[in-house]
């Protein structure tokens, strides 16, 4: 098996990256693709552990994560779809009324 | 070097590189979400090297057969193909970003070496459908029972927020 370091850091790396993505992007719908990647990078992490332990719960667990983020995809495209017929607009500096 | 490690490596490589392919690609908004389909397949190859095989399968149907889809979808129902937005202007939330990415890479790299635990050996059938099914519908019942719920939570909202006018 690979170090379980290199797992980790693998999960690590692609978390960051979503999160960059979603803090210096201004599209909506890239906003919602990085959170995507950052819930899989914690996937890997779950999965990494499961393997490291030798037991199921982290794969359980990722099959929960992956119904939270189908159904987090569902309701936050529906809003940018609500979204761009009342403003025209997915750029989140049109849609900055309830930021501070 | 086994063929274990050279397709994580490879995988690994793959998906880190999609994944920047779609952050920072300001041109095109499908191309970026063709890029989340390939970190997707990275991700379900480094899968199936640590053994999660049932995983791996539900990854490839669901975020790269579904979730992407709906990506693609809303991108080209609203004609958002080209992305003429340009990345946020303020150099504040430019360095917050970096600085952020900085402190969890940081922080992450120090406490990594004391944390892991040791691999354990493996039982037999680690990972398939039968393995994780019977802890599904055993153990973690309750979760699965309730997640249906949430499914159809997000299906009704999902259909109510994208209706054009709510008689």
Redesign the interface.
Known sequence: ??P???????S??????????A?????L??I???I??ML?AA??AF????????Q??G??F???V??????????G??????L??NRES??VEDVSLLKW | MTA??FF??FA?AL??VS??G??LNFRN?VA??MS?VV??IG?AI??V????H??AA??IM??AG??VV??LF??M??N?RS?T????RQRL??A???L??LG??AA?LSL??TA????????EG??GYR??GL??FTR?LL?FEV?SL??L???V??????K?RID
């Open positions: 098996m690979v379980l370091e290199h797992v980790i850091g693998l690590g790396l692609l978390f960051v990256i979503g999160t960059i993505g803090l210096t992007r201004r599209n719908i890239v919602l693709m990085s995507e990647l899989n996937n890997l999965v990494g552990f499961a393997r490291a332990w030798g199921h719960d794969h359980i990722v099959l929960m992956i119904v939270v983020a189908a159904c987090e995809v569902a309701v495209l529906g809003i940018v779809v609500a761009f017929r997915v750029n | 274990q490690a994580f490596y690994a998906a880190v994944a920047l779609m952050v908004t970026a979400a989340l970190t997707m991700l480094v899968y090297v640590l053994e999660a049932l995983v539900l990854q669901v975020y579904a979730i709906v990506f809303v991108v129902l609203l958002l992305d937005f340009h990345p946020a939330l430019k917050a970003g970096a952020l990415a969890l890479t992450f990594m070496p892991l635990p040791t691999v354990q050996e493996l039982p680690f990972g393995a994780v802890a599904l973690f979760a997640s949430l499914l939570a997000a299906m909202g999902a259909v109510v927020l994208a054009r």
